[in-house]
């Protein structure tokens, strides 16, 4: 498994943006896939964003298509959530994640096994 860490959090008003990072350590970031997932109070976790090991190929949730951008460092072992134009809908705790096999991209949220602790989002209207 890998170890990730998320920072970037906070609370913000509607229309504003964000920037998430998660950083990783533990095995050979640039051969796996990374995603975000969110999880708002008595909801399920849910997919938002994924990016593939080279950085070539993103998949977003159609939720957020066209205001997040995620995008990942290799060299720093990063991955990064560019949120703009937040909305209190996307209010949730927000969750790095790594895909469970080299290679693979997928996004359904038992394709990845180690995930960082979360951080809050908090959007006020």
């Known amino acids: 498994q890998v170890q990730l860490v998320e920072s970037g959090g906070g609370l913000v008003q509607a229309g504003a943006s964000l920037r998430l990072s998660c950083a990783a350590s533990?095995?050979?970031?640039?051969?796996?896939?990374m995603g975000w997932f969110r999880q708002a109070p008595g909801k399920e976790r849910e997919f938002v964003a994924v990016i593939s090991w080279s950085g070539g190929m993103t998949y977003y949730a159609d939720s957020v298509k066209g205001r997040f951008t995620i995008s990942r460092d290799n060299a720093k072992n990063t991955v990064d959530l560019q949120m703009n134009s937040l909305t209190p809908e996307d209010t949730a705790v927000y969750y790095c994640?790594?895909?469970?096999?080299?290679?693979?991209?997928?996004?359904?949220?038992?394709?990845?096994?180690?995930w960082g602790q979360g951080t809050q989002v908090t959007i006020s209207s």
């Open positions: 533990g095995r050979t970031f640039s051969t796996y896939t």
């Open positions: 994640a790594a895909h469970r096999a080299r290679y693979r991209m997928t996004w359904g949220k038992t394709d990845f096994d180690s």
